[in-house]
T-cell receptor, first 118, second 114 residues
Framework: AQKITQTQPGMFVQEKEAVTLDCTYD???????LFWYKQPSSGEMIFLIY??????QNATEGRYSLNFQKARKSANLVISASQLGDSAMYFC???????????????FGTGTRLTIIP | DAGITQSPRHKVTETGTPVTLRCHQT?????MYWYRQDPGHGLRLIHY???????DKGEVSDGYSVSRSKTEDFLLTLESATSSQTSVYFC?????????????FGPGTRLTVT
């Protein structure tokens, strides 16, 4: 079973509109973390936002927010007021468990390609 | 910028040849990771390190080995490259920032095995 599922392979959104990128996850751990990364056409992986499983508030970072619905096991990324520079691949990832050994590796989804239309 | 560099950035090699990719970090992070990125698979963990000479396997470790003799360098070696190892390879470090255990990535190495 997929641990991270991103069901939208591609999305087209008008500039200045808000966009929601879907991510569902599967874990039996009580402690886990959820991440979103952006990969523009230049190829680098850019960390956007993090949500811990025990965090009661949804994470926000500027125009990015993470809509965390624990019971539904979803962690959708919301981008407000989209800009042309938001066009990129977006990856959802999960870290399971807690460890002091660095082996809390990330599991990635297959990504969503977002295109912002002027 | 987490101070991570990767070398080479691009490499074309022939099947059966050995290849070593280097990840270098300047901020003394203890934990380092190697991932590969392929279409339809996202990123998958190859190997990781939790200290000098301390390494362990990830989910796609077959055909790869790693070494870490210094904190700042984490090497990924393909002993005998195959076409299935054509991929983009990312190195990452882990920080313990206020937002949690975040991983930051290097710029990537595009490897083509012909």
């Amino acid at each position: 079973a997929q641990k991270i599922t991103q069901t939208q392979p591609g999305m087209f959104v008008q500039e200045k509109e808000a966009v929601t990128l879907d991510c569902t996850y599967d874990t039996s751990d009580q402690s886990y973390g959820l991440f979103w990364y952006k990969q523009p056409s230049s190829g680098e992986m850019i960390f956007l936002i993090y949500q811990g499983s025990y965090d009661e508030q949804n994470a926000t970072e500027g125009r990015y927010s993470l809509n965390f619905q624990k019971a539904r096991k979803s962690a959708n990324l919301v981008i407000s007021a989209s800009q042309l520079g938001d066009s990129a691949m977006y990856f959802c990832a999960m870290r399971e468990g807690r460890s002091n050994f660095g082996n809390e590796k990330l599991t990635f989804g297959t990504g969503t390609r977002l295109t912002i239309i002027p | 910028d987490a101070g991570i560099t990767q070398s080479p950035r691009h490499k074309v090699t022939e099947t059966g040849t050995p290849v070593t990719l280097r990840c270098h970090q300047t901020e003394n992070h203890r934990y380092m990771y190697w991932y590969r990125q392929d279409p339809g698979h996202g990123l998958r963990l190859i190997h990781y390190s939790y200290g000098v000479k301390d390494t362990d396997k990830g989910e796609v470790s077959d055909g790869y080995s790693v070494s870490r003799s210094k904190t700042e360098d984490f090497l990924l070696t393909l002993e005998s490259a195959t076409s299935s190892q054509t991929s983009v390879y990312f190195c990452a470090i882990r920080t313990a920032g206020p937002d949690g255990l975040e991983q930051y990535f290097g710029p990537g190495t595009r490897l083509t095995v012909t």
